[in-house]
């Protein structure tokens, strides 16, 4: 009798069990990872970039925050800054990152923008007032935009754009900024929706905050020192057609491969920016004066570098 009690409670347990559990697994089973589709898109031409305003990025005058009343949504996890979702007085949600990362992210997302690549849409606020949270100096706000889509991060090695000027420029102007911190985790690809097509996957470089220092190991690398970027080399050498790049950080194999075409592709277009619109990239991140003048001088430079470069340079480092 004992064991037949037993019994009957063990099965009435996987009974419940089952009742209980089963269901809530077979839900899990049933969702779907979304799956988005659209044209690939690194870069564009940039057709109008004589005209393009750096000051205002991506976004323009049109999409820049409303400050006057931010309020505080949430804290984000991971990366070296500390960052908050925020909602601006006009409803839109805004990622801000706080410290010294905001303002070379900032600068990098112009100069990329301003030779075709797809970015983020962001501005720098020199002070702002988040509820809830605190006054925060030289805050870069990011937008989300409800349609756009965030769908995850692209390899650099293994992408649309392999072998291609876009993705072959776009490692270049990375050298360009020095940005150490190449992990695939900085990547995104936003899906966006057309009107009459499956839309577009935009292929960007969402973390720029590791440039505008010098490359280097752990120890020896910076971030955002202005004094640091404008004494580093940008070139060491060229060995037949391939460019020798001053490069130390991640993924440092990406730059094994860049050739002196690539780099006159890039130059092409760099070429075509005024000292204006380069100083303006700069000043959209508040960057003090002097700062905006040797930064801008140093990338001029570096332009003026790969726009002359030639074959088995055997001339100064650069």
């Known amino acids: 009798m004992l064991k037949l009690r037993i019994t009957f409670l063990m099965v009435l347990c996987v009974a419940l069990t089952s009742v209980f559990i089963l269901p ?75 410290g010294k990362e905001a303002q070379p992210d900032t600068a990098a997302n112009r100069l990329l923008w301003a030779v075709g690549y797809e970015t983020e849409v962001a501005y720098l606020v020199p002070s702002l007032n988040i509820i809830g949270k605190g006054t925060f100096e030289n805050v870069r706000l990011e937008a989300r935009p409800n349609d756009v889509k965030r769908t995850g991060e692209w390899r650099w090695a293994d992408n649309p754009f392999k072998g291609k000027p876009e993705l072959q420029g776009l490692k270049i102007m990375m050298a360009l900024i020095n940005n150490w911190d190449m992990k695939d985790s900085n990547n995104e690809i936003l899906a966006t929706k057309g009107q009459t097509t499956d839309g577009e996957l935009r292929y960007i470089v969402s973390d720029l905050g590791g440039t505008f220092g010098k490359t280097g190991g752990f120890i020896s690398r910076s971030r955002n020192k202005p004094s640091d970027y404008v004494k580093a080399d940008f070139v060491k050498a060229v060995k037949g057609s391939l460019i020798d790049f001053n490069y130390g950080g991640k993924n440092k194999k990406l730059f094994e491969d860049l050739t002196v075409e690539d780099a006159k592709w890039i130059a092409g277009w760099l070429s075509r920016l005024s000292d204006d619109q380069i100083k303006d990239a700069f000043r959209a991140a508040n960057y003090k004066p002097e700062e905006v003048e040797s930064l801008a001088r140093a990338v001029r430079e570096r332009i003026s570098g790969l726009t002359n470069i030639s074959p088995s340079q055997t001339a100064e480092r650069f």
């Open 24 to 98: 809530g697994q077979a839900q899990d089973k049933d969702k779907k990872k979304e799956v988005y589709t659209g044209t690939a898109v690194m870069w564009r031409e940039p057709t109008d970039i004589e005209s393009r305003n750096l000051l205002a990025g991506a976004g323009g005058d049109a999409m820049k925050p409303d400050i006057s009343s931010v309020t505080f949504i949430e804290q984000k996890t991971g990366g070296y800054s500390t960052k908050y979702r925020v909602r601006d007085a006009a409803g839109n949600e805004w990622i801000a990152k706080l």
